[in-house]
């Protein structure tokens, strides 16, 4: 089974986003971007499913700049095959990467499409269930766990309350959650064998996608600044406090 694994190059985790002052999105320049931590997640479960025998190849997809070609590398690096970079300087919404993802999945043919659950630059956990939805597969999203039975693969979803565990038959696309697993560390000697895997370099148009915004933003601004706790000498004096501050 081919499992195409489509990864975002987003602002690193570490990093404290800063908002541009004309507050028309958050600041890009000279920031440090890394792989969407959730999308390392899906490139570890595809890689699990190699070695386990059940995905055969797996496929890097990454819709981005240039820049993202280094994101897929690293996908590579943990174990991916090869890569399909769909070039662009644009803004990609959920909507086109959900309609690219499908064009190359209607191209490529795989069993399994393995996304993270969100990207954490715009929050969206939008693009898996879109492209689910594009295709007309079934969806396995915010999976903790993914167990291939037979022809199915048992997928199992963080809710509220507990654990539901959902039968799918592929090809599917599965969304992954933060305890699906811990993804591996790119070691240097395969970040070395990785540079020397294909990585297919496309445009949205190659697809016949029109990734035009369709969504504007009309202002992004910084969250409000926390004020200061303040340490108080017991309980009681705790309590007064909130009190008087309404908070009880
Ligand atoms: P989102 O719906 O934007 O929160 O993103 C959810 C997941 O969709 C990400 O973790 C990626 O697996 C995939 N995705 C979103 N945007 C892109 C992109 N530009 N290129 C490749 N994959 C993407």
């Known amino acids: ?140 999203t915010f999976a903790s766990a993914v167990v291939k039975d037979g022809d199915k693969l048992m997928v199992t979803r963080e809710v509220d309350g507990g654990l539901q565990t959902v039968e799918l038959s592929t090809p599917a696309v599965v969304t992954t959650d933060l305890r699906l697993n811990e993804p591996r560390f790119a070691s240097l000697p395969n970040i070395m064998k990785a540079k020397k895997k294909e990585i297919a370099i496309k445009s949205p148009a190659d697809y016949g996608v029109d990734i035009t915004p369709r969504l504007s933003v009309v202002k992004v601004t910084e969250p409000k600044k926390r004020e200061a706790g303040e340490k108080v000498a017991d309980v009681d004096t705790l309590i007064s406090k909130l009190k008087s501050a309404g908070a009880i």
Request: aromatic share 2%; net charge neutral; glycine share 8%.
């Open 1 to 140: 089974m081919k499992v195409l694994v489509p990864v975002k190059r987003v602002i690193d985790y570490n990093v404290r986003p800063r908002v541009k002052p004309d507050q028309t999105g958050v600041d890009l320049a000279n920031v440090k971007m890394a792989m969407n931590p959730f999308c390392e997640i899906a490139i570890e479960e595809a890689v699990r499913l190699k070695e386990k025998g059940i995905a055969t190849e797996i496929v890097v997809v990454s819709i981005g700049p240039a820049q993202a070609q280094e994101t897929i590398r690293i996908g590579l690096a943990m174990g991916g095959d090869r890569g399909i970079l769909v070039q662009t300087d644009a803004r990609a919404e959920p909507l086109s990467v959900a309609k690219i993802i499908r064009a190359i999945a209607e191209e490529e043919k795989p069993g399994l499409i393995i996304t993270g659950k969100q990207a954490i630059d715009d929050d969206n956990n939008q693009t898996g269930q879109m492209t689910a939805a594009l295709l007309g597969w079934p969806q396995g």
